[in-house]
Nanobody, 124 residues
Framework: QVQLVESGGGLVQAGDSLRLSCAAS????????MAWFRQAPGKEREFVTS????????LYADSVKGRFTISRDNAKNTVYLQMNSLKPEDTAVYYC?????????????????WGQGTQVTVSS
């Protein structure tokens, strides 16, 4: 089993930056594809970004491309999401997810493990 714990969320102003972390425990996720999703009130969970096991392949939603960067430190069993130039529409609960394959899925149902989420609120 893999446990994922997100941290780093908070309340910021538009244009600010935040760095989210996702710490995995239970087993190494160094061979797992990892992803970040987000869910705003009243909306479905949406894909934000994903990264393959080596970090060489990354995928981003168009809405965050150029502003967000996903990275991972396999030695620390941790994945990060650097969020720059934040906008009010980025406000959501951000979830970390893991799946044992190599394909970078954008569909939540393809992921096997989830964290509890961390709230990001961006004020205008």
């Amino acid at each position: 089993q893999v446990q994922l714990v997100e941290s780093g969320g908070g309340l910021v102003q538009a244009g600010d930056s935040l760095r989210l972390s996702c710490a995995a425990s239970g087993r190494s996720v160094s061979s797992y594809a990892m992803a970040w999703f987000r869910q705003a009130p009243g909306k479905e969970r949406e894909f934000v970004t994903s990264i393959n096991w080596s970090g060489h392949n990354r995928l981003y939603a168009d809405s965050v491309k150029g502003r967000f960067t996903i990275s991972r430190d396999n030695a620390k069993n941790t994945v990060y999401l650097q969020m720059n130039s934040l906008k009010p529409e980025d406000t959501a609960v951000y979830y970390c997810a893991a799946q044992g394959g190599s394909y970078l899925y954008t569909t939540p149902t393809k992921y096997d493990y989830w964290g509890q989420g961390t709230q990001v609120t961006v004020s205008s």
